[in-house]
């Protein structure tokens, strides 16, 4: 059974970069078939798409937090991770990670770790 | 940017019939899926590609679409299916998905 699971700091100050690592087991990051995304939640904006990574390198961003974001995979310890720059109190939420197909067989996004609550606060 | 609407909230009793709708302009040319989150948990896809069921959903969860509207359906509702649910699409570009607002269901 595929899991998911989000690491990271659940405290990060205003103007500094919000990090977070995703770790899978029970299945190889190196799939062409999928995609992994960062999705976010907050009470006022609900779920929010950032961005999703291919282990080949090709990457989908949300237009409205390209400029900010940095995604990366790590093949070699089945992980991959988002960079957040510039954080502000917009930016508090609940992270998750999670799975999805390419765009020809996208069929949603099926596997989701349980996320991380990220507070950005002085 | 592309949004998708769905209303706040949904009530019906147990054993009644819940539709959830969604709507969004490139609804005729990108499929939809459903997603179901109780609290403290994280979403679980009931609906993809507009009506099909992962395995595992029970048969009462079913999917439909309209033009620009997409239906979520939970017929014989029951107390378990309290929760939110969020439809989600993406836009005509497919590569840029969009999640609804989020509608809470209310099992009176």
């Known amino acids: 059974q595929l899991q998911l699971q989000e690491s990271g700091p659940g405290l990060v100050k205003p103007s500094e970069t919000l990090s977070l690592t995703c770790s899978v087991s029970g299945g190889s990051i190196n799939s062409n078939n999928f995609y992994w995304g960062w999705i976010r939640q907050t009470p006022g904006k609900g779920l929010e798409w950032i961005a999703s990574i291919h282990y080949g390198g090709r990457i989908y961003f949300n237009p409205s937090l390209k400029s900010r974001v940095t995604v990366s995979v790590d093949t070699s310890k089945n992980q991959f991770s988002l960079n957040l720059s510039s954080a502000t109190a917009a930016d508090t939420a609940l992270y998750f990670c999670a799975r999805h197909g390419d765009v020809l067989r996208f069929l949603g996004f099926d596997y989701w770790g349980q996320g991380t609550l990220v507070t950005v606060s002085s | 940017s592309y949004e998708l609407t769905q209303p706040p909230s949904v009530s019906v009793s147990p054993g009644q019939t819940a539709r959830i709708t969604c709507s969004g302009n490139?609804?005729?040319?990108?499929?939809a899926y459903w997603y179901q989150q109780k609290p403290g948990q994280a979403p679980v896809i009931v609906i993809y590609k507009d009506s099909e069921r992962p395995s595992g959903i029970p048969e009462r969860f079913s999917g439909s679409s309209s033009g620009t509207t997409v239906t979520l359906t939970i017929s014989g509702v029951q107390a378990e299916d309290e929760a939110d649910y969020y439809c989600q699409s993406s836009d005509s570009s497919s590569t840029y998905w969009v999640f609804g607002g989020g509608t809470k269901l209310t099992v009176l």
């Open positions: 490139a609804m005729p040319d990108q499929s």
